[in-house]
């Protein structure tokens, strides 16, 4: 199962919940489930950021068509962070739009004990949230995690565009002002 985390403190009892990619490996399908409101369940995995959702100054990204050898915006981000700020640890934490093209993200296997990636193309618009480290921490985060869905027909998390002369992205990001690991 893939999880697409919405959590909202003090919420309304309109808000919406996350979102539940659920595999079906029998027929190498999976399909959405939006969990109620009050389900604050998380995998063990996962890169976010948790604001207050107060207006602020954020770092608006907006490419169209992939020129380069590297496949992931996220990817991208990380290594101009990395060489920008050389030696120091920068975060970033928000959300992308994949306006146009073609993505490839993965979805858990259900029913096994075993860890098992399905991987699936799905069609823009996907809308990603996660957080980028510039480098290496002793934390062990991995440089970016995204998890995309896209109203109930995509959910997964994110690894690459498969079409470069269509992709576009606009994404919203903002500095962290702490990076700390939770360990369960």
Partial sequence: MM???????????SYPGSIAA?????????????LPGDDTGITNVGNVLVS?????????IHVKK?????????????QILAKRYEGKIVGLGGIF???HGELTQ???????TEVTFLYYNMSAPII?????????????????????FS????????????TPDEIEYLGYFTPAKVISRVKA
């Fill in 3 to 13: 999880i697409v985390v919405n959590v909202v403190l003090n919420s309304p009892a």
């Fill in 22 to 34: 659920i595999s079906n490996a029998k027929n190498d399908d999976y399909y959405m489930e939006r």
């Fill in 52 to 60: 207050e959702g107060k207006p602020g100054k954020v770092v608006q």
């Fill in 66 to 78: 992939r020129i380069g050898t590297i496949s992931a915006f996220p990817d991208n981000i990380q």
């Fill in 97 to 99: 739009l994949t306006k």
């Fill in 106 to 112: 993965h979805v858990l296997e259900s029913g096994t």
């Fill in 128 to 148: 990603s949230a996660g957080a980028i480290v510039s480098s290496e921490t002793d934390l062990a985060f991995a440089p970016y995690h995204f998890h995309g």
């Fill in 151 to 162: 109203h109930l027909k995509s959910c997964g998390h994110y690894h690459f565009d498969v």
